[in-house]
């Protein structure tokens, strides 16, 4: 079975599964999760596909969350064309900051993504006016079409699963076009990349826009489902969370990280007596996986079919 059917077919099973789940934290959980899968897929596409580190992707979470808000809020714009409009200039932002910054390679570039979500995460905190500051900014209305509102969590839950299907399709779409076998090439030989003609530095510009742009949807969309967001749902602690998922999912398995993010993402609701020491969890998981799936899930589940 081909990856992208696979991913297909266990999108299908999570969406059919809002039939049968009858308890609403259940449910909001896994909506959760479905927006963290859009998230971790488009730092997929950086880090798994072009090789490009990010430790501030949370920053763009919360730039696509604050300005769809605060849009709809102090301008009474409609909560689709907030998230839209938000998800957009998240993606000019991207571009314009991409452009210095991933001219720098290893530690430098983590460091410096990790300085751009840090920044923002600082101005969500301290703009008090516009944000809430570190008491959150409320009073987010609903999203709906027509007189459909998404009003509880089950109309949530099919609708952010057809969100997902869409961003996968696109992701595979994007990893086998010409544009996604250059990002291959720039990952494994950036040199013979650039004397085939690729034009490198202009190919990360546009996958790490494009993943802020994935990132900054899942951040709007999150915030009015909600109702309510704040500083502390943006942290440092969230873009390594991302970075994780993408790691144990497996770099360049669009499925392993579907997987792997549900199950991350829902755990710490699950298993709340480790909600305080989840960074350790993180940190153990992503040893243990580097020791016996260097690969990740994704990376395993392949070795496994080559073999039988």
Do not use: C
Not at 92 to 116: C, D, E, N, Q, R
Not at 144 to 156: A, M
Not at 198 to 212: G, P
Request: proline share 3%; no cysteine.
């Amino acid at each position: 079975m081909k990856e992208s059917t696979g991913t297909y077919v266990l999108i299908a099973l999570f969406f059919f599964s809002g039939f049968l789940i009858k308890n609403p934290f259940i449910l909001n959980m896994i909506s959760i999760a479905a927006l963290t899968v859009i998230v971790v897929m488009g730092l997929n596409l950086l880090l798994g596909y072009a090789g490009q580190v990010s430790l501030g992707h949370a920053g763009f979470v919360a730039l696509g969350a604050y300005v769809s808000s605060i849009l709809s809020i102090k301008f009474n714009l409609n909560p689709w064309l907030s998230i839209l409009i938000s998800s957009l200039l998240t993606f000019v932002f991207a571009m314009i900051i991409g452009f210095p910054t991933l001219k720098l390679k290893g530690h430098y570039l983590a460091m410096a993504t990790l300085a751009i979500g840090e920044i923002i995460y600082i101005f969500a905190n301290n703009l008090v006016d516009l944000t809430g500051g570190h008491q959150g900014l409320t009073g987010i209305p609903m999203l709906s079409v027509g007189n459909f509102v998404f009003d509880n969590e089950r109309k949530f839950f099919f609708f952010v699963w057809l969100v997902v299907l869409f961003f996968t399709f696109l992701s595979f779409r994007i990893v086998n076009s010409h544009f996604g076998r250059a990002l291959r090439a720039i990952h494994e030989k950036e040199l013979a990349a650039l004397s085939f003609g690729v034009d490198v530095h202009l190919y990360k510009v546009v996958i790490f826009s494009l993943s802020a742009f994935y990132a900054a949807l899942a951040g709007g969309l999150y915030a009015f489902y909600l109702g309510f967001i704040s500083p502390s749902s943006f942290d440092l602690l969230k873009s390594i969370n991302y970075v994780v998922m993408v790691f144990v999912g497996g770099i360049d398995s669009i499925f392993g990280s579907l997987i792997i993010t549900v199950v991350l993402a829902s755990l710490p609701n699950i298993l709340t007596f480790l909600q305080d020491y989840w960074p350790i969890v993180n940190g153990l998981l992503l040893v243990v996986a580097a020791i016996f799936m260097p690969k990740g899930l994704g990376g395993f589940i392949r070795w496994k079919r080559e073999i039988f």
